[in-house]
C-alpha cells in the first residue's frame, strides 16, 4: 500500500530523475534547471574562491609579520635627559635585561637593537630607510630575513665587514652586492661650531626579501657595534627584540615579560603593532561573507522558480498519480528531490572549480595580469607580491553548508504546493 512505502523511496528518485531530464515540448524546464545549476556553481565557486584569498591574505600578512618582525619589543619607559631636554630611552644595562627576558618560558631568543632613519646614497639615487644595529648570529635568528625562509643574495658570514640591506631598497638604489651604499645622518658629530651629518659608506654584503614591501623598501641591517658608533648609541641599545615559540598566544606572555625585564620596562607586541589592519581584517571577512551568502541566495531562488514552473507544467501528471494513491509527502519528496538535486550537483560543481582555482591561482594570476599588460597587483599598495590563497577545510564546509542549506530550504515550499495540490482540480479539465 501507499501508506507503507518507505520516504525516498526507488519509484520516487525516479519521477524525480524523469521530471529533471524531461524535453521542453513534454511539459519539462530543462533549461531551467540548467539556469538554477549555473548559478548555484558560480555562487559556491566565488564564495569559496573568495575565502580561499581571504585566508591566505591573512596567512601570508601575518607571516611576514611574524618572520620579520620582533613578537614583543621591550623598552624602556623614558627619562628626560638633563643636557638635552629630551626622553632617552636608551638601555644602559640592556646584556642584563636579555639575558633575563631569555629565561622567561616561552622566549625563544632575545637580541639588542639600535634603530635609526637615515637617508641612503648611492650613484646619484637617494632613499629613506630605517636602520636596524643587530648581532650577525641575532640577525640569522630572524626567519625572513637570515633564517630558514629567507629569500636572500650574499653571504651573512660578511655580515661584519658591510650591511645588508632590503631588496627594494636595491632596487631603489640601483645596486646590488659588492656595492657601496652611504649613509648620511643628520646627527653626527657634534662639534664647537654644532651637530654636523654624519656620512659613511658600506659595501652591500647581504640583500634580502622578505615578502612585504614596505620592510623590503626600507630596512637595512649594520652590525650592533658599528650602528653603535654610528649613532653615537656607544654602550647602550634602543631596545630588546624578544622572539617567542607561540606568537599567537604572546598576550599570555607580556606580565612574566614585563617581571623580568625590570620596573621601567614597557612591552610592545605584534599585535599591537598590526592589531588596527587585523581588526580590519576581519570585519572584511564578515562583510564579504554575507555578501556572498546574498548571492548564493540569489542563486538558490533560481531553484524555486523552476520548481514552480513544473509544478505548473507536471499538475496533470500530480493528479494522475495522487488518484493512484500516492500521499501527499511522496510528492512533497519527489518535487524535494528535484530541487535539491540542482543543488547538490552545482555545489559539488562549485566546489571543484573554488578549489582548482586555490590550487591554481598562480598561472591563472600571471595570466590575468599578461592580458592586462601588467601592473594589475601593486605591492605598494597590498603590502605583499603576489595574491595568495589558502584552501581551507573550515572555509569549504562553510561554503557547502550554505549552499546545501539555502537549495533545501527554498526547495520545500514548492515541493508543498505541489504536494497540496486537489487531484480533482488538477484533472478538472483534462
Known amino acids: 500500500m501507499a501508506g507503507t512505502t518507505p520516504p525516498f523511496a526507488g519509484f520516487e528518485w525516479m519521477i524525480a530523475w524523469r521530471y529533471l531530464r524531461a524535453r521542453r515540448a513534454e511539459g519539462g524546464v530543462s533549461v531551467m534547471t540548467w539556469i538554477s545549476l ?194 653615537n648609541r656607544e654602550g647602550t641599545a634602543d631596545e630588546i627584540e624578544v622572539m617567542v615559540a607561540a606568537p599567537e598566544r604572546v598576550d599570555m606572555l607580556e606580565f612574566a615579560l614585563l617581571e623580568a625585564a625590570g620596573p621601567r620596562a614597557q612591552v610592545w607586541t605584534w599585535r599591537d603593532a ?54 501527499e509527502g511522496a510528492v512533497l519528496r519527489v518535487f524535494f528531490i528535484c530541487g535539491a538535486f540542482t543543488g547538490i550537483i552545482g555545489t559539488a560543481a562549485g566546489v571543484i572549480l573554488g578549489c582548482l582555482f586555490a590550487i591554481y591561482i598562480d598561472p591563472i594570476f600571471s595570466f590575468v595580469n599578461y592580458v592586462a599588460g601588467g601592473g594589475v597587483w601593486d605591492p605598494a599598495v597590498r603590502g605583499i607580491y603576489a595574491l595568495p590563497a589558502k584552501l581551507q577545510l573550515g572555509d569549504v564546509l562553510s561554503a557547502v553548508a550554505l549552499s546545501l542549506g539555502l537549495s533545501f530550504v527554498v526547495t520545500i515550499f514548492p515541493a508543498r504546493r505541489a504536494a497540496r495540490m486537489n487531484p480533482v482540480e488538477a484533472l478538472r479539465y483534462e
Open 274 to 327: 598590526s592589531g588596527g589592519f587585523l581588526r580590519a581584517l576581519d570585519i572584511e571577512d564578515n562583510v564579504m561573507f554575507v555578501i556572498l551568502s546574498i548571492l548564493v541566495l540569489i542563486a538558490a531562488m533560481n531553484i524555486v522558480s523552476g520548481l514552480i514552473m513544473l509544478v505548473k507544467n507536471k499538475g496533470r501528471d500530480i493528479g494522475i498519480l495522487r488518484t493512484m494513491g500516492l500521499t
Open 38 to 231: 549555473i548559478g548555484i556553481t558560480l555562487a559556491v565557486f566565488a564564495l569559496i574562491a573568495t575565502l580561499a584569498v581571504r585566508s591566505g591574505f591573512r596567512a601570508e600578512f601575518v607571516d611576514t609579520i611574524l618572520g620579520a618582525n620582533a613578537h614583543v619589543t621591550v623598552y624602556e619607559a623614558g627619562r628626560i635627559d638633563p643636557v638635552s631636554g629630551r626622553i632617552d630611552r636608551s638601555l644602559t644595562d640592556y646584556e642584563t635585561m636579555a639575558a633575563a627576558l631569555r629565561g622567561v618560558p616561552g622566549v625563544t631568543r632575545t637580541a639588542p637593537l639600535i634603530k635609526g632613519q637615515v637617508m641612503a646614497n648611492a650613484g646619484g639615487r637617494n632613499a629613506g630607510i630605517e636602520v636596524f644595529g643587530i648581532r650577525a648570529d641575532d640577525l640569522r635568528g630572524i626567519p625572513r630575513v637570515g633564517g630558514d625562509q629567507a629569500q636572500a643574495q650574499g653571504d651573512l658570514a660578511r655580515f661584519d665587514e658591510g650591511i645588508a640591506i632590503g631588496s627594494g631598497v636595491a632596487r631603489e638604489l640601483g645596486i646590488g652586492l659588492g656595492d657601496r651604499i652611504r649613509l648620511i645622518s643628520p646627527d653626527g658629530v657634534k662639534t664647537a661650531f654644532g651637530t654636523s651629518p654624519r656620512v659613511k659608506a658600506y659595501e652591500v654584503v647581504y640583500v634580502f626579501t622578505a615578502g612585504r614591501w614596505d620592510i623590503d623598501r626600507t630596512r637595512v641591517y649594520l652590525p650592533f657595534a658599528e650602528a653603535q658608533s654610528y649613532f
